[in-house]
C-alpha cells in the first residue's frame, strides 16, 4: 500500500520560515512529478509547486520567490522550503504524487493527509 506522509507545518509568526517533507512509502517502481498543494478556509485547494523526477519545476506565480521545492529521489522524499511566511499562507499543505505501481506500471494519484500551516501575524 503506498502512503504519503507530509510533515513540518505548524505555528509560525509573519516572516518566518518552515520546511516541509513529504515521504512516500511501500511498494512501487518509480514516482513521476511530485507537487505540493494548499487549502485555505472556505477556499479551492491550489497548486503551489511541482516538480518532475528530472527536477524540473513549477511554481504558482504569486509564491515565485518565496517558495522552494526540491526532492531526493533516492529517499522518495519531497521538500518544501518556505520563506518570508505571510498570513495569507496559512492553509492545509497537501503532497500530491503520480506514481508507478510495480505490478501494472500503471500511473496512479495520491494524496498525502495534509499538514497545517499558521502563519500569525
Known amino acids: 500500500q503506498v502512503q504519503l506522509v507530509e510533515s513540518g507545518g505548524g505555528l509560525v509568526q509573519a516572516g518566518g520560515s518552515l520546511r516541509l517533507s513529504c515521504a512516500a512509502s511501500?511498494?512501487?517502481?518509480?514516482?513521476?512529478?511530485m507537487g505540493w498543494y494548499r487549502q485555505a478556509p472556505g477556499k479551492l485547494r491550489e497548486l503551489v509547486a511541482a516538480?518532475?523526477?528530472?527536477?524540473?519545476?513549477n511554481y504558482a506565480d504569486a509564491l515565485k520567490g518565496r517558495f522552494t521545492i526540491s526532492r531526493d529521489n533516492a529517499k522518495n522524499t519531497m521538500y518544501l522550503q518556505m520563506n518570508s511566511l505571510k498570513p495569507e499562507d496559512t492553509a492545509v499543505y497537501y503532497c500530491?504524487?503520480?506514481?508507478?505501481?510495480?505490478?501494472?506500471?500503471?500511473?496512479?494519484?495520491?494524496w498525502g493527509q495534509g499538514t497545517q500551516v499558521t502563519v500569525s501575524s
Open positions: 516538480i518532475t523526477r528530472g527536477g524540473s519545476t
Open positions: 500530491n504524487a503520480n506514481i508507478v505501481s510495480r505490478i501494472d506500471f500503471r500511473v496512479r494519484d495520491y
Open positions: 511501500g511498494s512501487f517502481f518509480s514516482i513521476n512529478t
